[in-house]
């Protein structure tokens, strides 16, 4: 490659240059910071860089806002190019590169993105095309670029620049095919080219695995991503088979389970019903005890009553047949009676007889008196005993009442004990609900309570949040609103005062007057910058840029110091000065540059503490959010707590701590069950007790119309009956006493009646008296009679009903129900508790729930296995073996052929180290191309240079002895440096940058390279930059060119930016 | 009594596990190709078989597919195939397997496939599936309506009548091998010809032949008609059921596959090259290698490999060749190879490779990079 010419514009200090290089050495000359560095910057960004890349930013124009542009045309292999390139962002940025077959005209072959890549692939420099992973990002380098074109500000650049850094091996084989190493076999080197191409196939430059599709591996290795893909969701639809056959094991556990609680709860249900039943059994048998035994009692007492009625009867059958006898006897009498006093009367009308008549009447009607009251008193001693009879019958029904009573009483208290021990399960379980509605009132209090706690903490984060972001605001506020300018204005202006300053110095070369005028002459001085001021005729005076003479009647004298264009560019600094930096200080009411500086470094750092301040408020408004709740979870929680309030409100404050929540639902529970049994209890109590109430109610009805038979005895018959019946037997017996009395007293009057009259009138009177006698007596006898047959008809009566009753009432059948019952209770043992409805019921839901739960579960295990349907069973594990199988033998292919590649890698390495051994490389090849040159620079002390084979110049070989590179002095380095890169240069025969390169180069030295480079330029092109021309170029050779030197006036040719001058062609 | 052709009521041609649409995937692409191709081929032969023997039925009893939703290009082609049998007077009858269970998103539901099949092709689509051939037989079908599965799918099938005399078949797809917690597949107790009066029961699943005679009654897995593994010792027949009234049934198996698998270890030179000397073609073929060679026998050994895989050029010897693993295949250092005329380079470089040879840790490596300068340098040295 060559260089032919180079246009720069607004590149870094640059604002315009345009040169033309020769075909050998070329030598551009100028002073200190004028940009020929640059020059070397701008070739390398017209070759290497791409025009849109941040590196730009270096080269943007120090004085205009142009976007930096490039120029360079060269020629490669017998073609001339052209590229063009503007560095710029976006579409902003340009870059063309054209051919051109006469020099003259260009034909565009490549623009844009297509530009870098071209010129990469036609330089050959090692340098990776652009785009794509592992592209060299901003300015690439590589070994070629570093030796060649100067990249690089240091020795070590280019010492510690290898090939193996390149991004591929353009530069190697370049250099190889120059060098024409390994020439010595061809067999060697064919082993070698194809253990390198097998290598090359399957890895990069940089020893990685390639990736891509010419990859050896890139087929398996996507087989082998496929695979595992398809043997990990093999591996998932396993899992979820198993997951599914285990979900099926446990169902089918679970069932299992549920059947045995099932059978379980069946059995319990069965048994409490069973309970139930005997229970209820076990009550109906001694209900049929008890009326069996109620009925035969019934029935005895029907059997007794009968058998007193029978009694009572037979003697009423006796008395009614005494009675009808005796008023048989009665009527006989009175039929007698009538017949004696017809013939009494008839003996009476006979005769008539007085005397003692009135009395015989007397103690006749007293007679019939005393037998009328005896007959009273006989019947009232009848009544009497019924009545006895009665009353004792009510005392025994009575009697019975009591006892019943008194097992209702008791029946009655435990009646009452269960209800109230009822009633204090269901306090109890009151009291239960009500701690475990506290308990979950407070849980509701303490979450809000918890939750207002955490949005005041939110609200305090978010307030000190907006208080910093408010500070940050106001602070920034203040900070921009200095009128400050920016980086990079301040830098042009830093630029513009180092330039002024260095423009004043050139110009301000001094000026001295001094003045020998006339005595009386007037004169005025002003120097430089500071006003006249009145001087003597006779004086000296000094300035450094101009001095101003104001001599009154003769005029103005001005002097100015410095050349013309030094004044020149220091004026046109200085109107720059004024308007771009003037301006700026003044608007910052600063008065110099360093305070501006410093202004903008103290913005710079209170902006950047604004920033935190900023993000620390961002950040405690995020941790503001983080705590925030939602509204509505808000408000639900506050009146959950408020409902929780009311709730405690209402509550007592209890005594001990509140148990946790499962001891009170486990105490609820408890709780729940007492109260089960309690009522339990209670109802059992209760059907007891209805049962006794009922008995009770019996015998009461039965006492009552005892008591009312007896009510009705004790008004027929008040006071003590036995008392009543003694005295009753005592009259009777005074009765019959005073009967038998008068019975012997009317005979003696009667007899004296008879001795007074004659029988006749006593016979009548007796005759009549006894017909009355006769006629009271049946009268008597017909009214006892009737009694005796009313009470026996009564009695009958009675007889007959109790009869019926004892006829519907089988003694036999009683008893031997009675037996019965009381053996079926014998039988039917007293079951050993009782079961409460409640407690059948809730065995009979957790049946029934236990029965949904089977139901559910059998749901569920037909849809698990309906889900086998999707997953793999049997099919499944041979697909997943067969994919696991492939698998392996795709990663044994795999890993065959990385053991293959590692197979050539160790040819290739055991062939290079024979290669070292017997130096056979390339840096072999160029050592010896330098160390002869090496040899006479340095008079022989260096005779051997060791560059390894990837060309890194690793020391040199003095006294037989190898020495680092790092021991060299500075100035061997660079000798050495420019040794190789000259050589490098000459093999590859393309041109070669060298940048001040020989800085700590004594002058002998100088002199070889001064010798050197022209021999080398008559056959390749060298671009050396330098600020001493002295030391490559001939004072003639300053002046002109020779066919191979071309001495480039760096003034002539490059203007900086700022300056007015115009670049000047060059001759 | 045994039965003759003249007193067969029914002849069968019993298959199953078709697979069609199987994959090979450690096969490469081109293999496992020709393997998947196969598979229909032979569904072809069968067919053919079926006319030549003049069955009166074929059944296959399940695993057609080797999924459930098999890709559009297989259930074209069998539609195809069997719409290509002219047969008027033979049955065929195809059972859902676990591989292509009768689910609801299944080939079998597609009505595209249903329609595309000749009349006389019965597909078993129901759990109390019969036909009737007329007086002579009967056969009852049952198919598998999941992949995974512990139904006993015997219990839908009906015990003979009293009275039937009837010649039974059956025809099931499942296991008769019931292992406790490893029961994956349909289980058939190995009683069911006799406890329910079935002469014939035509089962699938099991890719070796198996044949088991009861009484008067037989139980028979044909296997799979073309190979899927290497392991498969009695794969690739049909079986042809000969079944009288008056004797029991004639079982016999009948190969049928187009490819033979084989597994070969070869421990010598001279074993690789007999093998080479069969005839391999329609061989599917997986060689374990146990060679440590001598430089020379080495080079020879790769030279018969590479004639047996075959290249882009030519074909191989065997059919498919299993992808090879030649980590079997090993340089024998202890006999130093021939150097002599080689440049100095590279013999030193030969030399060294020699010397790592022996390395525990880098040996094989280096015997490997020794084969590989042995054969170049042999290419070199043999050509112009």
Request: proline fraction near 4%; include cysteine.
């Amino acid at each position: 490659m060559r260089f032919v010419s180079l246009e720069i514009e607004s590149f870094g200090p640059i604002d315009r240059a345009c040169i033309e290089f020769g075909p050998g050495l070329n030598v551009l000359h100028g002073p200190n910071d004028l940009g020929k560095s640059t020059v070397a910057k701008a070739i390398r960004a017209a070759l290497l860089l791409p025009v849109t890349s941040s590196e730009r930013r270096e080269f943007e124009s120090w004085t205009s806002g142009k976007p930096p542009r490039v120029q360079l045309v060269f020629e490669l292999d017998g073609r001339r190019w052209r590229v063009d390139k503007t560095f710029a962002d976006g579409s902003r940025g340009t870059a063309t590169l054209a051919f051109s077959n006469d020099g003259t005209h260009f034909t565009k072959h490549e623009q844009s993105r297509g530009v870098d890549g071209a010129l990469r692939q036609m330089l050959r420099f090692g340098i990776r095309e652009p785009g794509g992973k592992g592209a060299p990002k901003g300015l690439p380098t590589s070994f070629l670029t570093t030796a060649l074109l100067g990249q690089g500000t240091s020795l070590e650049a280019l010492f510690s620049a290898d090939l193996s850094r390149d991004g591929d091996d353009a530069g190697r084989q370049a250099l190889t095919e120059a060098l024409q190493t390994l020439a010595e076999d061809p067999l060697f080197k064919q082993l070698l080219t194809e253990a390198n191409t097998h290598i090359d196939l399957a890895k990069t430059a940089t020893g990685q695995w390639r990736r891509g599709r010419e990859s050896p591996t890139f087929k398996i290795a996507e087989r082998i991503v496929e695979l595992e893909r398809l043997r990990d969701e093999l591996a998932n639809r396993a899992d979820e088979s198993e997951r599914v056959r285990s979900r099926l094991d446990e169902l089918s556990a679970r069932r299992e389970e549920l059947v045995a609680r099932r059978h379980a709860a069946d059995v319990r249900h069965a048994n409490l019903t069973a309970l139930h039943a005997a229970a209820a059994r076990w009550r109906k048998v001694a209900d049929g005890v008890y009326e069996a035994r109620a009925r035969l009692a019934e029935f005895t007492f029907a059997r007794d009553r009968q058998r007193d009625l029978d009694r009572e009867i037979e003697r009423l059958g006796h008395e009614v047949s005494a009675a009808t006898s005796s008023l048989g006897q009665a009527r006989a009498t009175r039929e007698q009676t009538r017949a004696a006093v017809a013939v009494a009367e008839r003996a009476l009308a006979e005769a008539a007889s007085a005397g003692t008549d009135a009395a015989v009447s007397t103690a006749e009607n007293r007679q019939m008196s005393v037998a009328l009251e005896l007959r009273e008193v006989v019947e009232k001693l009848t009544a009497i005993d019924a009545a006895i009879a009665i009353r004792e019958h009510a005392v025994a029904v009575e009697r019975v009442g009591i006892e019943q009573a008194a097992r209702l009483e008791q029946l009655a208290r435990r009646a009452a004990e269960a209800n109230e021990a009822l009633s204090r399960a269901d306090a109890a379980m009151l009291e239960q609900e009500r701690a475990v509605q506290c308990a979950a009132a407070r849980a509701s209090i303490a979450a809000w309570a918890r939750a207002e706690q955490t949005q005041a903490h939110a609200d305090a984060l978010r307030a000190r949040a907006r208080l910093g972001l408010e500070a940050a605001a106001a602070r920034r506020a203040l900070v921009e609103a200095r009128a400050l300018p920016g980086e990079s204005e301040l830098g042009q202006a830093l630029r513009l005062e180092s330039e002024l300053q260095i423009a004043e110095r050139v110009a301000a070369v001094g000026i001295g007057v001094r003045l020998e005028l006339l005595a009386d002459t007037q004169v005025q001085v002003a120097r430089d910058d500071h006003p006249p001021e009145r001087v003597r005729p006779v004086s000296e005076h000094r300035a450094e840029l101009d001095l101003s003479l104001a001599i009154d009647g003769v005029g103005t004298v001005v002097i100015s110091a410095g050349a013309a264009d030094a004044r020149a560019q220091l004026a046109g600094l200085r109107t720059r000065w004024a308007r771009d930096v003037v301006p700026m200080l003044r608007a910052a009411n600063i008065d110099n540059l360093d305070a501006l500086a410093q202004a903008v470094g103290d913005t710079r750092a209170e902006l950047d503490a604004v920033a935190r301040v900023e993000a620390e408020a961002h950040a405690l408004a995020r941790e503001a959010a983080a705590h925030d709740r939602p509204s509505d979870e808000l408000a639900q929680l506050a009146a959950d707590a408020a409902a929780a309030r009311a709730v405690l409100d209402e509550q007592p404050e209890p005594d001990t701590a509140m148990p946790t929540a499962a001891a009170l639902e486990q105490a609820r529970t408890a709780v729940a069950n007492s109260r089960e049994a309690a009522r339990a209890r209670a109802n059992e109590a209760g059907n007891e007790l209805a049962i006794a109430r009922a008995n009770h109610q019996r015998i009461t009805h039965d006492l009552e119309d005892a008591r009312i038979a007896a009510a009705r005895t004790r008004d027929e018959l008040p006071g003590d009956l036995a008392t009543l019946r003694a005295e009753q037997e005592d009259r009777r017996s005074a009765l019959a006493a005073e009967q038998l009395t008068l019975e012997s007293r009317l005979a003696e009057l009667r007899a004296r009646s008879d001795a007074a009259r004659a029988g006749r009138a006593t016979e009548l009177t007796r005759a009549q008296l006894s017909d009355r006698e006769a006629a009271a007596a049946i009268t008597a006898a017909e009214e006892d009679l009737l009694a005796r047959r009313e009470r026996l008809a009564a009695a009958s009566a009675r007889r007959e009903e109790n009869a019926a009753r004892l006829r519907g009432l089988d003694g036999e059948a009683l008893v031997a129900a009675v037996e019965v019952a009381e053996s079926e209770q014998r039988a039917c043992p007293q079951p050993e508790r009782t079961v409460a409805e409640e407690e059948i019921a809730l065995a009979r839901r957790q049946l029934d729930d236990l029965e949904a739960q089977l139901a559910d579960l059998g749901a569920e295990t037909q849809k698990t296995e309906g889900r086998l349907e999707q997953v793999g069973g049997d099919a499944l594990r041979r697909s997943a073996q067969e994919t696991e199988q492939a698998l392996t033998e795709a990663k044994r292919r795999e890993d065959q052929i990385r053991f293959d590649v590692e197979a050539w890698e160790l040819l290739r390495d055991t062939l290079r180290e024979v290669e070292d051994s017997q130096a056979l490389h390339l840096g072999t090849a160029l050592a010896r191309a330098v160390e002869e040159r090496l040899a006479r620079l340095t008079v022989g002390r260096y005779a051997q240079v060791e560059i390894d084979r990837d060309l890194r110049t690793t020391g040199l070989r003095a006294d037989g002895a190898a020495r680092a590179i790092d021991m060299m002095s500075s100035g061997v380095k660079e000798q050495l440096a420019t040794l190789v890169r000259l050589a490098i240069a000459e093999q590859l025969g393309s041109a070669v940058i060298l940048d001040d390169h020989l800085a700590q180069t004594d002058p002998d030295r100088v002199e070889f390279f001064r010798t050197l480079l022209r021999d080398v330029g008559e056959r390749v092109q060298i671009l050396v930059l330098t600020c001493r021309p002295g030391d490559y170029l001939t004072v003639a050779e300053l002046a002109g060119q020779t066919s191979s030197v071309r001495s480039i006036d760096a003034l002539r040719v490059l203007v900086r930016g700022g300056v007015a001058a115009e670049p000047q062609s060059p001759p | 009594m045994t039965a003759t052709e003249d007193d067969v009521a029914i002849k069968l041609l019993h298959t199953a596990d078709w697979h069609l649409g199987a994959r090979f995937p450690a096969f490469a692409e081109a293999d496992e190709r020709r393997l998947r191709q196969q598979r229909l081929s032979t569904v072809k032969q069968v067919l053919g078989l079926a006319e030549l023997r003049r069955v009166h039925a074929v059944v296959v009893a399940g695993d057609i597919f080797d999924v459930p939703e098999p890709e559009e290009s297989w259930w074209r082609a069998l539609a195809q195939t069997l719409r290509e049998q002219a047969w008027t007077d033979r049955q065929l009858f195809l059972l859902p397997g676990n591989h292509d269970p009768l689910t609801e998103t299944s080939v079998w539901k597609d009505q595209r496939f249903r329609q595309g099949l000749p009349p006389w092709v019965h597909v078993v689509d129901r759990d109390d599936f019969v036909y009737s051939f007329g007086e002579e037989a009967v056969l009852h079908a049952v198919p598998c309506r999941r992949a995974a599965g512990q139904l006993d799918i015997t219990a839908k099938l009906p015990a003979r009548e009293p009275g039937d005399q009837r010649i039974r078949i059956a025809l099931l797809h499942g296991q008769t091998l019931s292992i406790r917690g490893f029961a994956n597949n349909f289980h058939i107790p190995e009683d069911t010809g006799t406890r329910l009066g079935f002469d014939y029961v035509a089962l699938g699943d099991t890719h070796s032949l198996s044949i088991v005679a009861s009484g008067k009654s037989t139980l028979a897995y044909p296997g799979t008609p073309e190979p899927t593994r290497f392991d498969e010792t009695a794969a690739g027949q049909v079986v042809l059921a000969l079944l009288s009234r008056r004797a029991p049934p004639i079982v016999q198996g009948q190969p049928i596959a187009g490819f033979r698998w084989r597994e070969v270890a070869i421990r010598s030179l001279e074993e690789l090259r007999a093998l080479c000397r069969d005839d391999l073609r329609q061989t599917v073929l997986r060689i374990q290698l146990a060679l440590r060679l001598a430089a020379d026998d080495y080079r020879q050994a790769e030279h018969l490999l590479s004639e047996l895989s075959g290249s882009d050029v030519e074909p191989g010897r065997a059919a498919v060749l299993f992808p090879l693993d030649r980590e079997g295949l090993d340089l024998d250092t202890d006999a130093p190879p021939d150097l002599e005329g080689l440049p100095e380079s590279v013999r030193a470089a030969a030399e060294r490779l020699l010397a790592l040879g022996q390395d525990p840790v880098r040996g094989q490596v280096a015997r490997r990079a020794l084969s590989h300068l042995l054969q170049l340098t042999k290419d070199a040295r043999t050509s112009p």
